[in-house]
């Protein structure tokens, strides 16, 4: 399969969701399948792509994680859509906090071995970047995420739960940071682009995150656009699976040229 036609049919897909969306009928089924697709679609294409390097490869043992980690996204949306369709329940607090919450250490894990195998050198401009980003999500996801989260009339357990995420959320900005560094590690290469495609994913995933902090009750009783926010979350998705997707491509196209060039 090409990029050009992989891209088109994510656009599709994307365009698709988006249309549903504006119809408002946020409770249809239809809808909620929309989120089960991508992360399960970003999921695969990271094993794809882990098959194409070899697990010896520390770049594979990087995206292994890292797939292993969207793949309990995955897990997360799947009991959040079975207890809010099929049983009417609310998702928050369930089962799926822990699956979501089990994917920010898995994705720290892919970054580090990642990180292992790129020497990154922290030029200023690398510095400003880092910092320039870090100041723009922290705050707001500290405030929101941690700091508002925290609600008296709640339980224990539930505070705990609902401050996780701002935790991992956090967490997720380094990982978005040290993503970025790794994309300009790349810049003059074949690989550039494509780890720009995870950095957007992460990044979107991210700001869809601190949406759903501030909005989380007009979301969970399907109130105004907040509901909208899933879109974040589903071209997130789609721009790492793409990511992946464009990393096994690379690697594969690379390896043809090579073998061409020795025979």
């Known amino acids: 399969m090409s990029k050009k036609f992989?891209?088109?049919?994510l656009a599709a897909f994307f365009i698709a969701a988006l249309l549903t969306y504006i119809s408002g009928d946020y409770e249809s089924l239809v809808n909620q399948l929309w989120n089960l697709f991508p992360p399960l679609f970003a999921a695969m294409c990271g094993v794809l792509t882990v098959r194409v390097y070899s697990m010896n490869n520390p770049h594979a043992k990087a995206i292994a994680f890292m797939s292993l980690g969207v793949f309990?996204?995955?897990l997360g949306d799947f009991i959040w859509f079975i207890l809010e369709y099929f049983l009417n329940k609310n998702p928050f607090p369930s089962i799926a906090d822990y699956f979501y919450l089990l994917a920010y250490p898995l994705l720290l894990v892919g970054l580090a071995y990642e990180l292992r195998s790129?020497?990154?050198k922290w030029t200023l401009c690398k510095t400003v970047s880092a910092i320039s980003f870090s100041i723009l999500f922290g705050i707001t996801v500290f405030y929101f995420g941690v700091l508002q989260a925290y609600k008296p009339a709640e339980n224990l357990i539930n505070n705990i739960?609902?401050?996780?995420?701002?935790v991992g959320d956090l967490i997720l900005i380094i990982f978005a940071i040290a993503i970025l560094m790794v994309a300009i590690g790349y810049q003059k290469g074949k690989l550039f682009s494509p780890w720009l495609f995870i950095l957007a994913g992460f990044t979107l995933i991210l700001a869809a995150d601190i949406l759903f902090a501030i909005y989380r009750e007009q979301y969970e009783n399907f109130i105004g656009l907040s509901r909208n926010i899933d879109l974040g979350w589903i071209s997130g998705f789609l721009f790492i699976g793409f990511g992946f997707f464009s990393i096994g491509n690379t690697v594969k196209e690379a390896r043809a040229e090579l073998l061409k060039s020795n025979s």
């Open 118 to 120: 790129n020497q990154i």
């Open 161 to 166: 739960i609902a401050i996780s995420y701002g």
């Open 72 to 74: 309990f996204w995955f």
């Open 6 to 9: 992989l891209l088109t049919v």
